[in-house]
């Protein structure tokens, strides 16, 4: 699973504290416990908020079919929300996803240590930006950029971030597995 898809989790794209997750749950389809192609990783966030809630693959966008930073816009500050450029039936699949696992979750106010997973998205495109500018200033090259995006996950954020740099973009998709 790890050479698959790297040490991130499949939906919220963090890095470590990984279980492998059942895509339809062993709750619903018994015969799909140990089928490989409906396992994905998922981070504590995602599996305690997925849980048991869908009963099938159908109607729901995956992280195995379809690259995460189409179906969902990465703003600044950590947040991510539906695209706004899907289909009527791929934006309704988006939207069912993101309720699913909680990807818009963020605290109203001060976030606090149990909004980790909205924490790590803000530093990631915290970071994402720095090594922009000092990537543009000659302060340090792609390969060291490549190095800060394994090391803090977040692939769609940086992506989004690098957008116009096709370097970049293109060595972010072979350093993340299953993105290309
Ligand atoms: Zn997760």
New binding site residues.
Partial sequence: MLERLGPY?S??E?KGDLHVEHVVPRHHRQDLAEEWTNFLL??V??NSIKRKRNQSRAGYTWPDDEVMWRPFEYLPHGRVKVAGNLSDSNRIKAERLFDL?GLGRQPASNPTASDL?YLSRLEAWDNAVVARAKLVEGRIDVDTVVELAKATGFWSVWMTVFVGNSAVCDRLRDAFPGTR
Avoid: E, F, L
Wanted: net charge positive; aromatic share 10%.
């Fill in positions: 989790c939906y919220r963090r998922g981070c966030n995602c696992v997973r």
